[in-house]
């Protein structure tokens, strides 16, 4: 029997991104057959602040690991938590039973260090898997500089870090050439792991079929809809202001459904702006998540302008298995991009360009065969190439090679 431990902040039954991703996919291989121990955190919530330290789901051993605290709050509580979450791991990995294999998240993105450090003791090998990549986010939005110290060191330590994985797994191509020309990486080391949809579609939900339609009061607009994280990577103000360009159009409604530390700013952008084009809402269960992304004709995902090769937004994913058009502001040369082309799924714009974005949103409104047969691409894309049945197949077999 293959054993694997795996180590990932985020699990079930948390409803982040990283945990909808993974948790289904790592159940997949517990379910083929796998003995699987995952390390992770606590969820951060009220509803979740009982959770035991340990417990089986699904066939799955689960440690938690770290503190009980609002993640999210400040950067000094995501600090804290990943602080002690990694140290806690670090003891647990100590002691582990070996033959497991041993595959790492960047959640949080010091994982590669320490399992790096782990492996050297234990002389045992690691596997690791790339969600975002930094610091090169944070230098392609401004919060570092290129030439700081900072940079200098962390890059030297990414690059020790890196070179002692068995296996680098990444979502996105343009993840390639960063790692191998930034810190040498041979390219026979990485391997390409597209991304999957946390939704498991068997068809495509019609908008007068989700329930939220008429909830929401959606009946007879046209809908752009931003489901998701509303983090760092994201440019919500462009997204906010093509809601304000777009004002006077009263066929047009915009759903913006999530939270993160942009979903504030944007809020208050809007009410600055006065827009009354803009429903907000929370995240919704994910049980109710196949009609929340069906309850528009086109849905929105975002990267900012120089961030191609560092984020992969998986947003994106869950769109294609909703069979809607995909209207992605993200640099031209990145993951999402090449998808949108190649399944001829959607629309691309230029990151921090608000006029293109308005045109293309009015082109698909105007077009609804055309935005119709865009959809439908996208969910023949999922089915084709993006499911979890695919990942789980996937993930057996380059484990076992």
């Known amino acids: 029997m293959k054993q694997l431990t795996f180590i990932c902040q985020p699990f079930f039954p948390d409803q982040s991104s990283s945990s909808q991703l993974f948790s289904p996919l790592v159940s997949a291989l517990s379910n083929s057959g796998w003995e699987i121990q995952v390390l992770c955190g606590f969820p951060g919530t009220k509803e979740h602040s009982r959770l ?11 440690r938690r690991c770290g503190l009980r605290i609002p993640v999210k709050q400040s950067y000094l509580h995501r600090a804290m938590s990943y602080l002690v979450f990694l140290l806690e791991v670090s003891v647990r990995l100590l002691f ?31 596997n690791y898997f790339f969600l ?4 090169e986010g944070l230098i392609g939005r401004g919060l570092l500089r290129e030439s700081s110290l900072i940079v200098f060191l962390w890059t030297r330590i990414n690059g020790w870090a890196y070179r002692r994985a068995v296996q680098i797994f990444v979502l996105g191509r343009d993840m390639i050439p960063l790692l191998t020309k ?17 939704v498991d579609c068997d068809a495509a939900i019609p908008f007068d079929q989700s329930k939220f339609v008429q909830e929401w009061e959606l009946q007879g607009k046209f809908v752009v809809q931003y489901s998701g994280n509303m983090g760092i990577w994201n440019d919500m103000e462009s997204l906010v202001t093509v809601a304000h360009t777009l004002r006077s159009d009263t066929e047009i409604r ?14 208050v952008l809007a009410k600055n702006l006065e827009l009354e ?13 196949k009609h929340s992304l069906a309850a528009c004709h086109v ?3 975002s990267l900012s302008a120089g961030l191609e090769g560092v984020a992969v937004p ?7 298995a909703s069979g809607r058009a995909v209207v992605a502001q993200v640099p031209a040369n990145s993951e999402v991009a090449m998808c949108v082309q190649e399944n001829k799924c959607g629309v691309v714009t230029p990151p921090g360009n608000v006029d293109y974005l308005k045109n293309r949103l009015l082109y698909l409104k105007g077009n609804t065969k055309i935005t119709k047969r865009m959809g439908d691409n996208a969910f023949t894309a999922y089915q084709e190439h993006y499911t979890l049945y695919t990942a789980s197949a996937r993930m057996k077999d380059l484990l076992r090679s």
Do not use: M
């Not at 035991?52 to 689960?62: D, N, S």
């Not at 497991?100 to 090998?125: D, E, K, Q």
């Not at 975002?132 to 610091?135: C, G, T």
């Not at 915009?254 to 809020?267: D, H, L, M, Q, T």
């Open 132 to 135: 975002d990549i930094y610091p």
């Open 277 to 289: 084009n803009i429903l907000w809402k929370n995240f919704v269960p994910f049980e109710d998540l």
């Open 299 to 301: 849905s929105l995902v």
């Open 182 to 198: 930034r810190y040498g990486l041979p390219e026979e080391k990485i391997t390409y792991f597209p991304h999957w949809s946390a």
């Open 52 to 62: 035991p330290r340990c417990e089986v789901w699904q066939g799955i051993r689960i």
């Open 314 to 320: 998986c947003k994106l994913y869950g769109i294609l």
């Open 254 to 267: 915009f759903v913006f459904i999530g939270g993160g530390i942009g979903y504030e700013g944007a809020r």
């Open 96 to 126: 582990v039973r070996q033959p497991a294999i041993w595959l790492g998240v960047t959640n949080p993105p010091f994982t590669a260090h320490l399992l790096a450090v782990i492996s050297l003791i234990r002389r045992h090998r690691f």
